[in-house]
């Protein structure tokens, strides 16, 4: 069983910039994939980014593309998302995952964290 939290959420202005964190325990992750994803009030889960397991592929939804990296360091069993020029419409909470193959669907990922709240305003 592996556990996920999630830190680094906040409030920031429109085209700032935050990096969220993931850090798993109770095994290592170095063969897993793993991914970030967001829920706005009112919206479905929706993908934003995922991983391969060792960091040679990367896949990013259309809205954050240009703008969000993720990133992971096997060593230290985390994984993170770099933001930048944040907007409005990234207001969600962001959930980080882990699943068994690289993939846009949250229904291949197993194991969740809580979430961290990201908030932007304009």
């Known amino acids: 069983q592996v556990w996920l939290v999630e830190s680094g959420g906040g409030l920031v202005q429109a085209g700032d910039s935050l990096r969220l964190s993931c850090a798993a325990s109770?095994?290592?992750?170095?063969?897993?994939?793993m991914g970030w994803f967001r829920q706005a009030p009112g919206k479905e889960r929706e993908f934003v980014a995922t991983?391969?397991?060792?960091?040679?592929?990367?896949a990013y939804a259309d809205s954050v593309k240009g703008r969000f990296t993720i990133s992971r360091d096997n060593a230290k069993n985390t994984m993170y998302l770099q933001m930048n020029s944040l907007k409005p419409e990234d207001t969600a909470v962001y959930y980080c995952?882990?699943?068994?193959?690289?993939?846009?669907?949250?229904?291949?990922?197993?194991?969740w964290g809580q979430g961290t709240q990201v908030t932007v305003s304009s």
């Open positions: 995952a882990v699943g068994l193959r690289l993939s846009p669907w949250a229904t291949d990922f197993g194991s």
């Open positions: 991983i391969g397991w060792n960091s040679g592929t990367t």
């Open positions: 109770g095994r290592t992750l170095s063969r897993s994939a």
